[in-house]
Structures are given as structure tokens and as C-alpha cells.
């Protein structure tokens, strides 16, 4: 069985090195969908053997359906750019492929590193993932954000992690819930008129950061572990914040 690699990247020079590394010794090819980077992304990624396509930006989910169209293998392994296939995972991989699998697609445990610790509680690990596919067997559902793969299939689980380079710093994670909490709350919009309400905005998020904070052991990952869930429950209320003020603006344009 033979394995193709999916990746979508923008402005990924720090991290793609890493990723196509990871994948060499599985690899019968891996593919790149760039939506148009500007550094050196794309002759990083020729370099380390990957068959580059530059496409627009489709969204999240389409522009990752448009990398799983052009896979040519047998098998399907979807990757994010800041993620990288641990040695026991790449092992797992080579050995159900050299085997008969008897499952359409299989989850993977994903390490996720948040300010560079691995985040092992609240729910950030062990974070299992639809990552590897039978071509064809799986698509991205089409969400704005929080996308994920849906299949039909059987599914199995491999062992090793896969690991997710989240955000380094403190300040690239406040722009990423800033950015992903504005396609949240269009998401939230678009289901119908939204309400400004204080049990989303306020109690909501409380509620979730008190639960992953204390009950779910949260206080053990030390002090990203309390950063990162103050920025989610942040999130959780600018998510909802926004979507009342596009629906707001959305009813006085309508007057």
C-alpha cells in the first residue's frame, strides 16, 4: 500500500521543514495546496520532494478537499503544516500499510504544544484525530473553522502521536482565537438572529474555564496550562459577542 502526504500551507517557512521531514521515510509523494505564501514556503517544500499547487484561498475545508483530490496513493495522511509525525506514529503508518488494514480510516492521538509545553489535561490530550485515509473514504466537512474529517467507513485508531505545534507565543495564540472566534461567530450568525446574551457571553465561558481549570486538572499544565484556558474561554465570549453584533448590523442594514 502506498501513501500519499496532504498538506495546506500559507507563510509556513517555520514550520514545513519539519513536517515533510517527519513524512519522508512513508511518503510515496506528498502533496502542497499553497494559497499564495510569500516567503519561502514554496521552494521549501519543492526542496524536500513535495508536488507544489498554488491555488487561492477556498476556506479551510475546501482548500483541504482540493489537497485530497490530487492524492494519487492508496492511503491518505492529512496534515496540518505546524504538525509533525512522531517516529512511533511513522512506524505504526509503515506497518498497517505493509499489512492488510481492515479499516476504512484511522485515528491518531495529536500532542497539541501550546506555548511550547504539551498540554496533557483538559481535553488537550490525548485529542484523537481522522487523519489517515482510504483515498477516497473521507472528506473535510464544510465548516468555516473547526473543520474535521467525516467518513462513512470503519474506523481504527494507530498507535504514537501526532504532534501539533500550536502557537509558540502568547501573542500568536490571542490572534489565532481573535481570527477563528470572527469565523465562529459567522457560523453562529448564519443559524439565525442572535440575541445579545449574557450566558454566552459571560457565564459560558466562566463555567468552561472553572470545569477544564479545576475538574478536568487543567491547573497541572502550570501556567501556559491557566494561559491557554483564559484564552479559550475568551475566545468562547468573543465568539458569541461578535455574532450578536453581525446580527445587529445585519438587522439595521435590512431597515
Not at 481573535?178 to 442572535?194: D, F, H, I
Not at 481549570?213 to 497541572?220: E, I, K, M, S, V
Not at 475566545?235 to 453581525?246: C, F, G, T
Request: charged share 25%.
Amino acid at each position: 500500500m502506498t501513501l500519499s502526504v496532504c498538506i495546506i500551507t500559507l507563510n509556513e517557512e517555520a514550520n514545513i521543514v519539519r513536517t515533510l521531514k517527519s513524512v519522508q521515510g512513508i511518503a510515496g509523494e506528498i502533496i502542497v495546496v499553497d494559497s499564495g505564501s510569500t516567503d519561502s514556503t514554496v521552494a521549501l517544500a519543492k526542496a524536500h520532494g513535495a508536488k507544489v499547487f498554488v491555488e487561492p484561498w477556498k476556506g479551510f475545508a475546501l482548500q483541504k478537499n482540493s489537497a485530497l483530490a490530487k492524492a494519487s496513493c492508496d492511503w491518505v495522511l492529512s496534515l496540518d503544516a505546524d504538525e509533525e509525525v512522531s517516529p512511533e506514529l511513522a512506524a505504526s503508518i509503515q506497518a498497517l500499510l505493509q499489512s492488510a488494514p481492515q479499516s476504512d480510516g484511522y485515528k491518531m492521538n495529536r500532542r497539541n504544544m501550546y506555548l511550547k509545553r504539551w498540554l496533557k489535561r483538559s481535553g488537550y490530550y490525548p485529542d484523537p484525530k481522522l487523519r489517515l485515509i482510504k483515498r477516497g473514504a473521507a472528506e473535510f466537512e464544510l465548516r468555516a473553522v473547526h473543520e474535521d474529517m467525516k467518513m462513512k467507513g470503519t474506523l481504527g485508531h494507530v498507535t504514537g502521536d501526532l504532534i501539533h505545534y500550536a502557537y509558540p507565543t502568547l501573542e500568536s495564540f490571542i490572534e489565532h482565537a481573535n481570527r477563528y472566534s470572527s469565523l465562529g461567530a459567522q457560523m453562529e450568525a448564519e443559524k439565525g438572529p442572535v440575541n445579545f446574551s449574557f450566558m454566552n457571553i459571560v457565564l459560558r465561558p466562566l463555567v468552561r474555564f472553572i470545569y477544564s481549570y479545576f475538574f478536568r486538572l487543567g491547573f497541572l499544565d502550570g501556567r501556559e496550562g491557566l494561559l491557554v484556558l483564559m484564552t479559550h474561554a475568551s475566545y468562547v465570549s468573543w465568539k458569541y459577542a461578535k455574532a450578536w453584533e453581525i446580527s445587529k448590523n445585519s438587522k439595521s442594514l435590512q431597515r
